[in-house]
């Protein structure tokens, strides 16, 4: 059963920065794709960043704000989140599939607030 856990969430005031980390059990040197999403209350859970192939999507309302990266050494994927707003809270959730055919994995989430 592969995991997938996240780290550094917290409570940060709006234009501070966050580093999101999701550690995964399985190596992610070979991986379909990897990214991050996340949940507002009430809302529905949108893409904020991914991997896909050679390729990197962003929601268009944090392009600018927040990068992607990933370290295979480590099988950890990051989120940079830099000048954040009110509207970024959120839980954080990790998302892999090493397969077009797999099932996704999910991580368990990390809350990420942003209020002065």
């Known amino acids: 059963q592969v995991e997938l856990v996240e780290s550094g969430g917290g409570l940060v005031q709006p234009g501070g920065s966050l580093r999101l980390s999701c550690t995964s059990s399985?190596?992610?040197?070979?991986?379909?794709?990897m990214g991050w999403y996340r949940q507002a209350p009430g809302k529905q859970r949108e893409l904020v960043a991914r991997?896909?192939?050679?390729?990197?999507n962003y929601a268009d309302s944090v392009k600018g704000r927040f990068t992607i990266s990933r370290d295979n050494a480590k099988n950890t994927l990051y989120l940079q989140m830099n000048s954040l707003k009110p509207e970024d809270t959120a839980v954080y959730s990790c998302?892999?599939?090493?397969?077009?055919?797999?099932?996704?994995?999910w991580g368990r989430g990390t809350q990420v607030t942003v209020a002065s």
């Open positions: 399985r190596s992610i040197s070979v991986i379909f794709t």
């Open positions: 991997f896909t192939g050679g390729s990197t």
């Open positions: 998302n892999a599939r090493w397969d077009p055919f797999d099932v996704s994995v």
